[in-house]
Nanobody, 115 residues
Framework: QVQLMESGGGLVHAGGSLRLSCAPSERIFSIDAMGWYRQAPGKQRDLVATITAGGGTNYADSVKGRFAISRDSAKNTVYLQMNSLKPEDTAVYYC?????????WGQGTQVTASS
């Protein structure tokens, strides 16, 4: 069973930065897209950013200009650079890798931006 290994979460002051990383435990083939989602307490899981196999990116309006998604295709690894963090960015962040025949999710990493 392939597992997605997330790292980089933590506690920062508002205005600070964090970089999340996500890599699978074994290689995944036929990837359509990779992305990050987040879920705050009592709320639904929402899209943060995605990057397609062709390199196209999509961001939630709330993070545009502050967050940047990137990938290393050779390593099947996806990154999320988060700058100018705000208290409302506080959530559990989940990595997602969508392949042709399966949708993979990480276990989540906590990001907390204190005011």
């Amino acid at each position: 069973q392939v597992q997605l290994m997330e790292s980089g979460g933590g506690l920062v002051h508002a205005g600070g930065s964090l970089r999340l990383s996500c890599a699978p435990s074994e290689r995944i083939f036929s990837i359509d897209a990779m992305g990050w989602y987040r879920q705050a307490p009592g709320k639904q899981r929402d899209l943060v950013a995605t990057i397609t196999a062709g390199g196209g990116t999509n961001y939630a309006d709330s993070v545009k200009g502050r967050f940047a998604i990137s990938r290393d295709s050779a390593k099947n690894t996806v990154y999320l650079q988060m700058n100018s963090l705000k208290p409302e960015d506080t959530a559990v962040y989940y990595c997602n890798i969508h392949a042709v025949n399966y949708n993979y999710w990480g276990q989540g990493t906590q990001v907390t931006a204190s005011s």
